[in-house]
């Protein structure tokens, strides 16, 4: 089943599922700040998607920017950097698109268009 980790209030995460909508895609969406992925599921989706860890950081949110973590990711570990994105769903990039066999970070049309077959 394909999920989708979307934050309501994200106009991207809007248009993404507008665009599954349209393309007649069967998706679970699962709230990112209600239902934020634990640690061991973060670490499943990183290996499965094959993106550098940084791609799973909200970079544009606002806790992102209040933590300063673009100064403070480079000297963290990646268990450090692990238990921070399983803290807190709004440092998880959104939306999250998640299937059998693929992980995309963000809404990128064509990416999903190739990911979903559609």
Not at 28 to 53: C, F, M, Q, V, Y
Not at 64 to 86: H, I, V
Not at 105 to 115: C, N, P, Q
Request: hydrophobic share 35%; charged share 35%; net charge positive.
């Amino acid at each position: 089943m394909t999920k989708v980790y979307c934050y309501d209030r994200c106009s991207t995460c809007k248009k993404a599922l507008a665009w599954l909508e349209a393309k007649g895609v069967d998706y679970k969406k699962i709230d990112i700040k209600g239902e934020n992925p634990d640690e061991k599921t973060l670490r499943a989706l990183h290996k499965k998607s094959g993106l550098p860890l940084k791609k799973f950081f909200n970079t544009s949110g606002i806790l992102y920017r209040e933590m300063e973590l673009s100064a403070k990711l480079p000297g963290m570990s990646e268990d450090e950097q692990f238990k921070l994105l399983a803290s807190d769903g709004m440092l998880v990039k959104r939306p999250l698109l998640v299937t059998d066999d693929a992980v995309c970070t963000g809404f990128k049309e064509g990416e999903w268009k190739a990911v979903l077959k559609v």
